[in-house]
């Protein structure tokens, strides 16, 4: 592994409002130079080795404090894979960065542990770990691999924010129950459950949504993923 094939983008999470967009924070997305997208094969690779692993975690550690420290008013979302819990070093990040919590949410990913199954038999320790280091949490990718409607529902004390992605009729489905279950959650128990809507590529996905009620909307409308931060 060449660490130096690694690097991270930025990608807008805008609030869109009746009369004005808002950026309401940054996803942190890693790339390699390869092929500039996520490198799927090569994190699979760094998380069967944990000698890999701590290679880059206290790369991103780095990377990731370098940003906060240059934008100070912004906030970031990070992603975590539960495999990525099978090494003690991502203990160790969260404890580090706790003292950024505040502008830190974490993402737990749809992806199934492949290095150490078992990590899912442990998974509310894990929500609960994150928590204790005062990081709001979101279920990233609703309805996608693990992240089922009954996973969320069994840990829903847990998070603080949905990310579902718009992308066809049955996605349209899922957000429509979803905000359901939200309006619900809010008018009865007074409990808010945010919504940010994925894969918002084009101006009318955009007005459908915030027609709709969700002012959070995150994809290539708003802005690919770039190494500029706007404060």
Known sequence: ????????????????KATRTVLSEYEVLLR??????FPRELFNEILASEGMYNIYIQWFRIQ?????????????????????????????????????SERLIVEVTE???KNKPELMDCFKEILIEIKEHH?????????????????????R??????????????SIINIFCLLIYVI????????????????????????????????FQQGYYWGKGSSDIMD
Do not use: W
Not at 6 to 11: A, M
Not at 32 to 37: E, L, P, Q, V
Not at 135 to 155: H, R, W
Not at 157 to 162: A, G, L, S, T, W
């Open 1 to 16: 592994m060449n660490i130096d094939d690694l690097y991270l983008v930025f990608q807008p999470i805008e609030t869109n």
């Open 32 to 37: 390699s130079t390869d092929k500039n997208s």
């Open 64 to 100: 990731l404090e370098r940003t906060l420290l240059e934008h100070e008013e912004v906030k970031f979302s990070i992603n975590i894979d539960i495999d990525q819990f099978q090494f003690q070093t991502t203990i160790e990040f969260l404890k580090y960065f706790s003292k950024y």
């Open 111 to 113: 992806h199934t542990p």
């Open 135 to 155: 990081f709001q949490i979101a279920i990233d990718d609703f309805t996608e691999e693990f992240n089922s409607f009954y996973l969320y529902l069994k840990y």
């Open 157 to 170: 004390c847990f998070y603080n924010r949905v990310k579902i992605s718009l992308y066809g009729f049955r």
């Open 184 to 215: 619900f959650m809010k008018c009865f128990f007074d409990i808010r459950i945010d919504i940010v809507v994925e894969r918002i590529d084009t101006a009318f996905k955009a007005n459908f949504v915030k027609l709709i009620g969700i002012p």
